[in-house]
């Protein structure tokens, strides 16, 4: 069984493949660690005859979906960790050692890299074609997303939150972050690194940024339906809405010259354009009912998730033991957190101090130890720091947020 099972996704790619797959053979960390799968996704060009060419494992299938495709690769694979990339991207030699340098405290579930340009002559640029580490490394009032062009997750943690999802017949562009957040609902932390670096295809057309704003618009609505539940706690509306595409229009500058410096603005803006109109035409369209079922059903998984994840028993400075209830969920970074009720929609806001102590206390540390360790990084005396944190447990037990362990 091999340590890293590399997945590609693949659809008549025939002038990318090969160039992929030779970097992701031609990595550091040494063949004998990691095995390649390509899904061929109904490919009518000579991308199947490319694959064979190389020691891979090949499956097809025939059904046009990228969720579908992924999901038969992790079905096939046998790593401990599963990396993902696209067909149309090249590897650094060291990624696959960079990314797994990445996980380094039990709770972090996958990892994702820098994704920078490949430009028209293949050559590889510094420049980031997105900005993967804002996506990943987010505030608390958006949740992380991981993107499947460059990143890797414990297999253990997708076995647990389940893979991909197919149920949206229509070609989302959002399945990783969907994934991404059932992910960060569950309990496990995203993390961003930044030597571990793809080079993707940046030679998109006019109609290629389009009909990719417009998926990405639709994949909003869906992913706002789908998660209705927790909008209003971890995701503002114009947060929802805007912040991909504003993140967009803000970083592409950084790859124009002055030669190009208005096709790309008028990409950017024709992007953004695309991708409102697309979640508005998904959103006018949820009236048909064909999600609701879908999305109700969720709601309730996650609900049984939350009874599953977390600390079962933490030993408050009393002796006594508390839980987490069932329906509080958590987001945010380590020192700046979200604890939300999804029955009552409180939501309670932490500062480093708050967020120190609950990303420890999922760590099944008793808070007298947590009291310690306080102390000692800011120099106060015991005592002092112990009302604090007594008055913290309190208030996090008034709104429910902590209760009784039986």
């Not at 590889?124 to 062009?149: K, Q, V, Y």
């Not at 989302?172 to 961003?192: F, I, P, Q």
């Not at 912040?243 to 803006?269: E, S």
């Amino acid at each position: 069984m091999k340590e890293i099972s590399v997945i590609v996704p693949v659809r008549n790619r025939e002038r990318y493949i090969g160039p992929c797959l030779e970097s992701i053979l031609d990595q550091a960390i040494g063949e004998d660690r990691f095995e390649v799968i390509v899904v061929d996704n109904g490919s009518t060009d000579k991308t199947a005859q490319v694959i064979r060419s190389y020691p891979v494992k090949y499956l097809y299938l025939e059904r046009p979906s990228i969720s579908a495709s992924r999901n038969l690769g992790i079905r096939n694979s046998s790593g401990e960790y599963v990396a993902f990339i696209d067909s149309d991207s090249v590897a650094d030699e060291n990624w696959l050692r960079e990314l797994l340098g990445g996980f380094d405290h039990p709770r972090v579930g996958g990892c994702g890299g820098k994704i920078s340009v490949l430009d028209k002559d293949n050559k590889r640029l510094s420049t980031p074609l997105t900005p993967h580490e804002r996506f990943i490394e987010c505030n608390r009032s958006n949740l992380p997303r991981a993107f499947t062009g460059n990143v890797i997750f414990k297999r253990r943690s997708l076995s647990r939150v389940g893979f991909f999802d197919e149920t949206a017949q229509l070609e989302l562009n959002g399945e990783d972050v969907d994934l991404s957040w059932r992910l960060h609902l569950a309990g496990y932390h995203l993390k961003y690194v930044d030597s571990a670096i793809v080079y993707h295809d940046s030679k998109l057309t006019i109609k290629d940024v389009c009909r990719i704003g417009y998926r990405k618009g639709q994949t909003n609505g869906f992913m706002k339906k789908k998660y209705y539940f927790i909008n209003k706690m971890f995701c503002t509306g114009i947060n929802m809405v805007l912040y991909p595409q504003i993140l967009f229009l803000l970083y592409v500058g950084k790859g124009a010259t002055a030669d190009n410096i208005f096709l790309t603005v008028v990409k950017g803006l024709l992007y953004a354009v695309s991708a409102l109109f697309g979640e508005i035409s998904f959103i006018a369209g949820y009236r048909s009912e064909k999600y609701r079922p879908v999305f109700k059903r969720f709601k309730e998984e996650m609900m049984d998730m939350t009874a599953e994840r977390g600390f079962s028993a933490v030993e408050d400075l009393d002796g006594s033991k508390m839980k987490i209830p069932k329906g509080v969920i958590w987001g945010g970074r380590l020192n700046e957190t979200n604890v939300a009720d999804m029955t009552s929609r409180n939501v309670f806001h932490l500062n480093k101090i708050g967020s120190f102590i609950w990303c420890n206390m999922l760590d099944s540390r008793p808070l007298d130890e947590i009291t310690v360790k306080l102390a000692e990084s800011y120099g106060m005396e015991y005592s002092l720091i112990e009302k604090d944190v007594s008055d913290f447990i309190l208030e996090l037990k008034k709104h429910n947020f902590l209760e009784p362990a039986g």
